[in-house]
């Protein structure tokens, strides 16, 4: 069935650094692509998504590229702050309609 | 847009007692809602599938008599925790797909933690 991975965290990065979340993917079809982020106490909140292959989702500063024949949708950022410490979930929506999250990443910005 | 609101945002209640979540689409029709329970340090965990109208679909592994999903409407959607347990104690999340998913997807609601004690 269908399925997602990414990089287990915690995550530890000092502010201005460079972020990458890895996240791939096992789907039949052509799934959609989300990364949600969750703030401490706070639900899930959609980042980006990409629809289509080579489609490139941004919000916020992140960034991912739909890679088809890498079957990923790694998470960038080029300057994380502290404010971005949250979990991020790569996830994938495919023809059924359900999402299928990823374990998340729990991501930590020392100041 | 594509707001959805969930409550309770937070609830206590003892052991044995039933428990109701909310989870409402605001500003557009939600044809299908999803149920979802997230476990401490754990992704999230798809429960069940409701239709506007139709009984809901369970994943396997999920008890549809203790967790009683409704969806009357094409904005609400209920989740009843019955006779609740501590190990019924989580952080539930809705979410909701609009009739026009390609601008909408998912939207999720704030979450309910549920504590059974």
């Known amino acids: 069935g269908d399925s997602v991975t990414q990089m287990e965290g915690p995550v530890t990065l000092s502010e201005e650094a460079f972020l990458t979340i890895n996240c791939t993917y096992t789907?039949?079809?052509?799934?959609?692509l989300f990364w949600y982020v969750q703030y401490p106490g706070e639900g899930l909140q959609l980042l980006l998504k990409?629809?289509?292959?080579?489609d490139k989702g941004s919000n916020k500063g992140f960034e991912a590229t739909y890679r088809k024949e890498t079957t990923s949708f790694h998470l960038e950022k080029g300057s994380v702050q502290v404010s971005d410490s949250a979990v991020y979930f790569c996830a994938l929506s495919g023809t059924d309609d359900k999402i299928i999250f990823g374990k998340g990443t729990r991501l930590h910005i020392l100041p | 847009g594509a707001v959805v609101s969930q409550h309770p945002s937070w609830v206590i209640c003892k052991s044995g007692t039933s428990v109701k979540i909310e989870c409402r689409s605001l500003d557009f029709q939600a044809t299908t809602m999803f149920w979802y329970r997230q476990f401490p340090k754990q992704s999230l965990m798809l429960m069940a599938t409701?239709?506007?109208?139709?009984?809901?679909?369970?994943e396997q592994g999920v008890e549809k008599d203790k967790f009683l999903i409704n969806h009357a409407s094409l904005t609400l959607s209920t989740l009843t925790v019955t006779s609740a347990h501590p190990e019924d104690s989580s952080f539930y999340i809705c979410s909701a797909s609009g009739r026009d998913r390609g601008n909408y997807g998912y939207t999720f609601g704030s979450g309910t933690r549920l504590t059974v004690v």
């Open positions: 990409a629809t289509k292959a080579d």
């Open positions: 789907a039949t079809g052509y799934p959609s």
């Open positions: 409701s239709n506007e109208g139709s009984k809901a679909t369970y």
